[in-house]
Antibody, heavy 122, light 114 residues
Framework: QLQLQESGPGLVRPSETLSLTCSVS??????????WAWIRQPPGKGLEWIGS???????YYSPSLKSRVTISVDTSKNQFSLKISSVTAADTAVYYC??????????????WGQGTLVTVSS | QSALTQPASVSGSPGQSITISCSAT?????????VSWYQQHPGKAPKLIIY???????NRPSGVPDRFSASKSGNTASLTISGLQAEDEAAYYC??????????FGTGTKVTVL
């Protein structure tokens, strides 16, 4: 059974870089035809799609975050990662990693990590 | 990228049917190739309950009851929950996607079972 687990610091200082990793078990990132995604949710608010990556490294980013976001993949560790630079309090959110039902976001995301809360504060 | 507007809250009594709307703000929902719906209980990750219903009626992942159904009329997509149950109390989000673009989520609707 596929499992995704987010990990990383729960507190990030303003203007610094947020870094998270999603570890995948029960399936191989490199042998599957999926665009793995990061999605976030500010406390008490709605969902926001951040971006996605294919095992080859091909990426798509949200236009509103593109200038600050980098998503990378490490197939040897079966992980993919998120970096958001120059963070502000507005980046405080629960961050989820997710896998779509089919290859892309077209059919939605049916596998999710439990989410990790990242707070941006000095 | 335009957001999808949903009512902030919808309520109903057990056994009733409720409908949650999802409207595009600056472009037609009809422009989107794919629309999906998610259910999210407090403190939990979202759960996909309907996917790709533009092309096929009410696709539901395994285990999702057929009480959940979806439809689209003009620029508005809708989720209907029939035979409302206590466990249906949750937040619901629509999401749309177009080939060559990026996914967009709706503003979310809190469903209360009275």
């Amino acid at each position: 059974q596929l499992q995704l687990q987010e990990s990383g610091p729960g507190l990030v200082r303003p203007s610094e870089t947020l870094s998270l990793t999603c570890s995948v078990s029960g399936g191989s990132i490199s042998s599957s035809n999926y665009y793995w995604a990061w999605i976030r949710q500010p406390p008490g608010k709605g969902l926001e799609w951040i971006g996605s990556i294919y095992y080859s490294g091909n990426t798509y980013y949200s236009p509103s975050l593109k200038s600050r976001v980098t998503i990378s993949v490490d197939t040897s560790k079966n992980q993919f990662s998120l970096k958001i630079s120059s963070v502000t309090a507005a980046d405080t959110a629960v961050y989820y990693c997710a896998r779509p039902l089919r290859s892309t976001a077209a059919q939605g995301y049916d596998s999710w990590g439990q989410g990790t809360l990242v707070t941006v504060s000095s | 990228q335009s957001a999808l507007t949903q009512p902030a809250s919808v309520s109903g009594s057990p056994g009733q049917s409720i409908t949650i709307s999802c409207s595009a703000t600056s472009s037609a929902v009809g422009d989107y190739n794919y629309v999906s719906w998610y259910q999210q209980h407090p403190g939990k990750a979202p759960k996909l309950i309907i996917y790709d219903f533009i092309n096929r009626p009410s696709n539901r992942p395994s285990g999702v009851p057929d009480r959940f159904s979806a439809s689209k009329s003009g620029n508005t997509a809708s989720l209907t929950i029939s035979g409302l149950q206590a466990e249906d109390e949750a937040a619901y989000y629509c999401s749309s996607y177009t080939d060559g673009s990026t996914p967009v989520f709706g503003t979310g609707t809190k469903v209360t079972v009275l």
